[in-house]
């Protein structure tokens, strides 16, 4: 059974986002293998002690733990944003098929997961995010179907 040419390209705008996700998910790798094994944990410790001795700072300072949640916020933004930016008609490869109902649903949802991602980003950036690891993850998620469905949906309506 052959497949038919808007099978070839669900297919096709399938592999493609997920040769782009895994490109866009090196920052995540690379936060966790500095943390792993480039020893930031004991240079942390030792700036905390530093600080807390008053040698650079004149104010006592606190310890802040590392997450990786401002990882997930900057990818969860750029995907998101991204995503958008392909349903707009710009650029040479420019989208072919007119926008459906499902194109405008899945647009709000990356721009609502956009805005979520940069709230979340200046949450964690002031360190004053309190139990917003859980929704964070789930922007994410949500950001990428959204890009997956988004990509799925122009490549088939463009064959």
């Avoid at 401002?70 to 072919?96: D, F, H, W, Y």
Wanted: net charge neutral.
């Amino acid at each position: 059974m052959a497949l038919s040419k808007r099978q070839w390209a669900g297919i096709y705008g399938a592999v493609q986002w997920g040769g782009e996700t895994c490109v866009g998910l090196i920052p995540l790798l690379a936060f966790a293998m500095m943390h792993k094994y480039a020893g930031l944990e004991t240079a942390l410790r030792d700036e905390i002690l530093r600080c807390t001795k008053g040698i650079f700072y004149t104010s006592q300072c606190k310890a802040v733990a590392e997450s990786l949640c401002q990882e997930m916020c900057i990818l969860t933004v750029v995907i998101a944003g991204l995503a958008a930016l392909s349903v707009c008609s710009i650029g040479p490869n420019r989208r072919k098929a007119e926008n459906t109902v499902p194109t405008y649903i899945l647009l709000v949802i990356c721009i609502l997961a956009l805005l979520a991602g940069m709230l979340s980003y200046a949450l964690f950036g002031a360190h004053i995010a309190q139990g917003a690891d859980e929704v964070t993850a789930w922007v994410l998620i949500a950001a990428l179907v959204a890009s997956l469905f988004l990509s799925l949906e122009g490549a088939i309506l463009d064959a």
